[in-house]
Every structure is written in C-alpha cells, then in structure tokens.
C-alpha cells in the first residue's frame, strides 16, 4: 500500500499560479493515474483533473495536471486564479483495486 | 446523466451497524461502472470505503474490510454499504458514487450529495 501526502493549506492571490502537489510513498507515481477532485465548501466532490492531465468537459483549462517521476509526485496547477478556486484539493489513485485519497490541500484565494 | 442519492438513519448508536442506500437515477446499475461509498469525518480529509460491480465483485479498504458489506439490488437500481461494530470514529459524511472507467483509467464521478451520520448513544 502507498499514501499520498499533500501540502495542508496553500494561498495565494486573485490571477496569480498556484501549484498543488502530491507524493506518493512507495512505488512510481507513474504506475497509477492520478485524480484531482475540487472540494468547495458544503458540497460535494467534483472532478477537476483525471488520468494525471486530463480535464473532464466543463472544466477551464486554467486547471492542468502533471507527474513528475523524479519527484514521485502529482501536481495540480490552477492559474488566473478566481475567488471561486478557494476550496480543498484532493488527489486520488488506486493502489492495485483500491482507492486512495491524499489528505487535502486547503486553497485559499486572497 | 447519472444521480446519485444516499439514504439511512443519520443516528446510529455504538458497536451497532451503520446502513445506507445510495440510489441510482437517470443510468442502469447494471451498466460497465464500479460504484463506491467514500466517507469525510467531521472537518477532515476524504476516505475511501469500497466499491461493487454490478456483478457483485467487491473491493474494500483493507482497514476497513473486516467490517465492510457493499451489496447491490439490481431491481431496484441501487447499492447499500453496511458498517458493522462502529464507534465515534466512524462519524461522517458518506458519499455514494459511480466509478466510471474508460479503457485507460477510472475516476470517480460523479458524487451523491452526502449523508451525515454519527455514532452516538
């Protein structure tokens, strides 16, 4: 089994960049897709990023999403940052059928 | 497009069992999909419980999976999870949702809006 560990809380300021990462413990990030799922407050989870890098429809591509093998990491970048980015971040694999979920990151958009 | 509805006691009381219907609106259960339960406790991060094929094949989390059932009842287009021996750490939110798969990949999408349930005398 792996885990996916996370920054708890970044900030950042209206039109700016931020980047979220994401490390995997053992094994190559690239073994498994990696999912980011957008967390806003009193709601649900909704699909920012599947795949490591792909957007579902719908979703601006002021979101991307890498790997980085040397890092053995995941990344969310979100730029032109929008008040309406402020939420928590999860990303998520699977680690053979089962699923695993980074502890989240806390975006707040200042 | 596929909805997703969670229903069960919000109360449940120590070394009882937790149980929750997730309905599935607008899609056939039966259809090439995994359909999971995730959970949130209170002000904390997301955790995932398990998933079913249609099938009945199961997958659990291995720290969860001795107290985990995930059925399904094709009938009526839904699934249920059932948590045995719960204590105060198993207050949560718990979600249902679908697993969709392409020929690469799965993610899960979408969600159901969530049910709290806390384990208290």
């Known amino acids: 089994n792996f885990m996916l560990t996370q920054p708890h809380s970044v900030s950042e300021s209206p039109g700016k960049t931020v980047t979220i990462s994401c490390t995997r413990s053992?094994?190559?990030?690239?073994?498994?897709?990696v999912q980011w799922y957008q967390q806003r407050p009193g709601s649900s989870p909704t699909t920012v990023i599947y795949?490591?890098?792909?957007?579902p429809s719908g979703v601006p591509d002021r979101f991307s999403g890498s790997i980085d093998s040397s890092s053995n990491s995941a990344s969310l970048t979100i730029s032109g940052l929008k008040t309406e980015d402020e939420a928590d971040y999860y990303c998520?694999?699977?680690?053979?059928?089962?699923?695993?979920f980074g502890g989240g990151t806390k975006l707040t958009v200042l | 497009q596929v909805q997703l509805q969670e229903s069960g006691p919000g109360l449940v009381k120590p070394s009882g069992t937790l149980s929750l219907t997730c309905a599935v609106s607008?899609?056939?259960?039966?259809?090439?999909?995994?359909w999971s339960w995730v959970r949130q406790p209170p002000g904390k991060g997301l955790e995932w419980i398990g998933e079913?094929?249609?099938?009945?094949?199961?997958n659990y989390n291995p720290s969860l999976k001795s107290r985990v059932t995930i059925s399904v009842d094709k009938s009526k287009n839904q699934f249920s999870l059932k948590l045995s021996s719960v204590t105060a750490a198993d207050t949560a939110v718990y979600y249902c949702?679908?697993?969709?798969?392409?020929?690469?990949?799965?993610?899960?999408?979408?969600w159901g809006q969530g049910t709290l349930v806390t384990v208290s005398s």
């Open positions: 079913i094929y249609h099938s009945g094949s199961t």
């Open positions: 949702a679908r697993k969709g798969c392409s020929s690469t990949s799965c993610y899960i999408d979408p």
């Open positions: 795949e490591d890098n792909q957007r």
């Open positions: 998520q694999s699977y680690d053979s059928s089962n699923g695993v």
């Open positions: 053992s094994g190559s990030i690239a073994s498994n897709y």
């Open positions: 607008g899609g056939s259960i039966s259809s090439s999909n995994w």
